[in-house]
Each structure stands twice: as structure tokens, then as C-alpha cells.
């Protein structure tokens, strides 16, 4: 997930609570639809927020791996040179 859909939802599920606390403060709305549309707030942040800590995780992950990957070929290569001595 990109950067900027992540921040969309952060955003949009923020905002959404706001406005619904807005409108229960001014009564214009149910408690039942309230209820609905602050939990799907709340899991959609939480979601998003999730999402952004496992791609720093992969991304780390990721960078090891290239290094370890570059370590065994430059292994590979020094005993390929021995061999040929």
C-alpha cells in the first residue's frame, strides 16, 4: 500500500470521527449509526496504521537479505579465484 493511500485513510478515518462526534454533540444523529460509523473509523486507522509498521518491517527485511545476498556472491567468487590458483 503506498504512502499517500495510507495517509488518505488516516485522513478520511479521522475526519469521519470528527464529524461524527460533531453531529452526536449536536443530537442529529442515531446512536445505532454512530456506533457503526465510529467502529469502521477506528478499524480503518488502525488498519492503515498496521499496514504502514509491517512495510518499514519489510523494508528492513529486504535491505538484509540484498546484503546477504551480495555476501555469498562475493564468497562464491573468492572461492572461485582460489580454485583457479
Given at each position: 500500500m503506498s504512502a499517500a493511500i495510507r495517509i488518505c485513510l488516516i485522513l478520511g478515518s479521522f475526519f469521519s470521527v470528527?464529524?461524527?462526534?460533531?453531529?452526536?454533540?449536536?443530537?442529529?444523529?442515531q446512536i445505532e449509526d454512530t456506533i457503526f460509523w465510529l467502529i469502521f473509523s477506528i478499524l480503518l486507522m488502525?488498519?492503515?496504521?498496521?499496514q504502514f509498521?509491517?512495510?518499514i518491517?519489510?523494508?528492513?527485511?529486504?535491505?538484509?537479505?540484498?546484503?546477504l545476498a551480495q555476501r555469498v556472491a562475493l564468497n562464491e567468487e573468492k572461492i572461485e579465484r582460489e580454485k583457479d590458483l
Open positions: 470528527q464529524y461524527m462526534l460533531r453531529r452526536i454533540r449536536k443530537a442529529q444523529v488502525v488498519l492503515s496504521l498496521y509498521a509491517m512495510t518491517r519489510i523494508s528492513q527485511m529486504d535491505s538484509k537479505v540484498r546484503k
